[in-house]
């Protein structure tokens, strides 16, 4: 990565990244500098929780099964902890049916069952779109008629698409 692309990436000024590179901050500057633009990018974005609340609000987000999917098994194979699902289970800014679909995703990620702070009603899937009811019990456990298409997203884990 050049100084401009740390520049645009960390908002930090070319000026203190040149005092980076000549002081006691070498170390850094030189890590800075092995790092690939778009890795960093993406590892800068995994501490940003807005991608997950957009697919956990996926009625105002998508309009396409699988774009949706797409997006959720990139981020559900890119290694992210999954301890964030847990986090946004319990946040109150979202609807419940987007807490109860990140409940559903931590228990699927971690086997581990959460209780949610409100009664849950089997209304809505994982992808609003989808009214298919399946025998998937851990979803049913979380108010929802249908969880993830293991055959796709085992599809997916293989081969990166569809």
């Given at each position: 990565?050049?100084?401009?692309?740390?520049?645009?990436?960390?908002?930090?000024?070319?000026?203190?990244?040149?005092d980076w590179?000549?002081?006691?901050?070498?170390?850094?500057?030189?890590?800075?500098?092995?790092?690939?633009?778009?890795?960093?990018?993406?590892?800068?974005?995994?501490?940003?929780?807005?991608?997950?609340?957009?697919?956990?609000?996926?009625?105002?987000?998508?309009?396409?099964?699988?774009?949706?999917?797409?997006?959720?098994?990139?981020?559900?194979?890119?290694?992210?902890?999954?301890?964030?699902?847990?986090?946004?289970?319990?946040?109150?800014?979202?609807?419940?049916?987007?807490?109860?679909?990140?409940?559903?995703?931590?228990?699927?990620?971690?086997?581990?069952?959460?209780?949610?702070?409100?009664?849950?009603?089997?209304?809505?899937?994982?992808?609003?779109?989808?009214?298919?009811?399946?025998?998937?019990g851990l979803?049913?456990?979380?108010?929802?008629?249908?969880?993830?298409?293991?055959?796709?997203?085992?599809?997916?884990?293989?081969?990166?698409?569809?």
């Amino acid at each position: 990565m050049n100084q401009q692309q740390m520049h645009t990436l960390l908002d930090v000024p070319t000026r203190t990244l040149r005092d980076w590179k000549k002081g006691n901050r070498g170390k850094l500057y030189q890590l800075l500098e092995t790092l690939d633009y778009e890795a960093a990018q993406k590892l800068l974005d995994m501490n940003n929780n807005m991608d997950l609340k957009k697919l956990l609000e996926n009625e105002q987000n998508y309009s396409s099964l699988r774009e949706f999917e797409k997006d959720l098994y990139e981020v559900l194979v890119s290694g992210r902890d999954s301890r964030v699902w847990l986090e946004l289970s319990k946040d109150t800014s979202l609807s419940k049916e987007a807490r109860a679909r990140a409940a559903y995703l931590y228990s699927f990620l971690t086997n581990k069952m959460t209780q949610l702070s409100f009664t849950t009603q089997v209304n809505v899937g994982l992808y609003h779109g989808n009214k298919n009811q399946t025998g998937n019990g851990l979803a049913r456990l979380y108010g929802l008629k249908n969880g993830l298409d293991m055959a796709r997203f085992n599809q997916f884990k293989m081969t990166g698409r569809f």
